[in-house]
């Protein structure tokens, strides 16, 4: 995950029950539009199944693109 987001301010955090969190600094709707995209392209291309993304309390799942 953190590959796909390299061109961003990203970084890996483990919180306190043990999870790990990917945390991305953004500066306007442009970001998180570019973030998502970046996320999209990295489910379809490992086809391994759904992303969970939780953005301003919200939480979405990505599942890869079919052919």
């Known amino acids: 995950m953190l590959e796909c987001l390299r ?3 990203a970084k890996l955090v483990e919180s306190e029950d043990g999870r ?3 945390q991305v600094s953004l500066d306007d709707d442009r970001d ?3 973030v998502l995209g970046a996320i999209d392209t ?3 291309e490992r086809a ?3 992303a969970r993304v939780d953005l301003d309390g919200r939480h ?3 599942e890869p693109a079919t052919t």
Do not use: A, K
């Open 20 to 22: 790990y969190d990917v």
């Open 48 to 50: 391994d199944g759904p």
């Open 32 to 34: 998180i539009s570019r």
């Open 42 to 44: 990295h489910v379809t």
């Open 7 to 9: 061109g961003f301010e």
């Open 60 to 62: 979405y799942l990505i």
